[in-house]
Structures are given as C-alpha cells and as structure tokens.
C-alpha cells in the first residue's frame, strides 16, 4: 500500500490524464434488491441518462446502492452524485439506516448517545451475536450495559425471569416469552432498552406451527414492549445473522420515530 500510494500512483499520475471518480454508498436493511429497484427505477433512469453508474450491493439482509461517477471536472462530479444520493435516500428513507461503511449497531448507537439512552439484550436463537455487535466498537460501554445467553429455557425462567407457565402454553419461540425476556434483562440491568430473540434457527427443530425460519424479536423499554414475527428461511448463519440486524434496526426505527 504505501508504495501504490507514495511512488507508484504519484509516479503515474505524471504520465497519464486520469479521470476524478467519486463513490457514495447508501445503506438500506429489510428490502430485495428486486423490490429497491422497482421503487427507484425513475431515479436509476435519470442517473444513467448523467452518467452515474448504480451497483446493488447486497448482503444478509442488507443492500448497499453504490452511486458511482467519473469526470474532468471534480466539483461537478460530486454535486451530480450527491444530487441523486439525496434524493434515492429520501425515496427510500423508510429503509436506509446509514451511507458509506456504517454498521447498523454503529447507526444505532448513534440514536442512544443522542439521547443519552443505554441498551441490554436478551438472547436465544442468536446466541450472543446482538452482544458481540453492540460491544464491538470503541465507545460502545457508553450505552450498551450487558446481555444474557438464554439458550436453556431453564436460564429464561432462574435468570431472566420468564415464567414456566409462558413457556408451557405459548413455548419458547414465542410472543410471550420474548416480551418477557426484555422486560427480565432491563430488571437485571437496568438499561432503557432492549431487544430480545427466539427462533427456530435448525437445521431441526421445526413443526408445522413454527417452520424452520421462524423468528420472534422483542424491543422496547419497560413502559412499552412492541414484538415481531419474521420467517427467515432454512440456513442457519443467515437466521442468525438477519434476526440479530433485525433486532437493532428495530429499536432503532422505534426510538427515531417516538415509539418508545
């Protein structure tokens, strides 16, 4: 790297008349690419006919719209690029939740420092992945308390305090039982939020009431719990992986829109 950037590029740079390129990338959780750009296909149209080039960019539950352009002129370059950035994120604002290399738990944590919040979690089907998230950038102790692994629904009833008699009527991949997995680890911690998970990640497992997929995520703080259903299809990683952004991004959409 530092002989491409200090000798060879400078070096080149002499020789050769490069043209200025200029990258943004918008980022949007919880839509295909297929339904993205249906919804923008005007947008795409325009940008095309100014030469900005548009790159779907997806991943576990998440697509990055790139917006890419080149040119003599930088100033130009750029305000065409932003132009059109602007507007595909108003059109999609329902979905975005960050541009450039934003994570979503870093999007989050954003929203809990600006209202000095702090958050705990709850977790089952995604086994600490929402902890490791929210611990994993610096200046994360400010908002983020602690979590609980509840795998064993005998840790759900001894440590989170959800009652046998939840379990034994509704089981574990419930409404009932996540709503109480949150209210459990925000009496545990104290924290103003929280989310919480339980789901039938497989391969086994499954019925036909709660498929392979099925997922319930709890968020709120203790004056108000909202729950979600969501049905993630059969492989493992990416159940795991999706219900864990889900669980953040919805507490995140609920804390910017006053629900909690």
């Known amino acids: 790297k530092g002989l491409m950037s200090n000798e060879v590029l400078p070096r080149a740079s002499k020789h050769f008349k490069t043209p200025f390129i200029y990258h943004r990338t918008l980022l949007t959780f919880g839509r295909g ?23 779907y960019l997806p991943a576990a539950g998440r697509v990055k719209l790139r917006l890419s352009a080149s040119g003599t002129d930088k100033i130009d370059v750029m305000a065409n690029v932003d132009a059109f950035f602007d507007r595909v994120a108003e059109r999609l604002s329902d979905i975005v939740f960050g541009e450039g290399k934003t994570e979503m738990e870093e999007a989050l944590n954003v929203v809990l420092q600006a209202n000095s919040k702090t958050i705990a979690c ?39 305090g959800v009652k046998e008699s939840t379990l034994a009527a509704h089981g574990a991949v419930s409404e009932q039982t996540v709503k109480e997995m949150v209210m459990g680890v925000i009496r545990l911690t104290g924290a103003d939020y929280a989310v919480s998970t339980s789901g039938v990640a497989g391969p086994d497992g499954g019925s036909e009431e709660k498929p392979l997929g099925t997922v319930w995520i709890a968020y709120g703080s203790a004056e108000k719990v909202f729950t979600k259903q969501l049905n993630l299809g059969t492989n493992r990683q990416r159940i795991i992986a999706v219900a864990g952004l889900s669980a953040l991004n919805m507490l995140r959409r609920a804390i910017l829109e006053g629900k909690v």
């Open 122 to 160: 709850a977790e089952s089907c995604t086994g600490g992945t929402i902890a490791a998230l929210l611990a994993k950038h610096p200046g994360s102790s400010t908002s983020f308390l602690g979590g609980v692994v509840a795998y064993a629904n005998e840790v759900k009833t001894a440590v989170l």
């Open 33 to 55: 690419v297929s339904c993205i750009a249906e919804q923008i296909a005007d947008l795409e149209d325009e940008m095309a006919v100014q030469g900005i080039k548009l790159a």
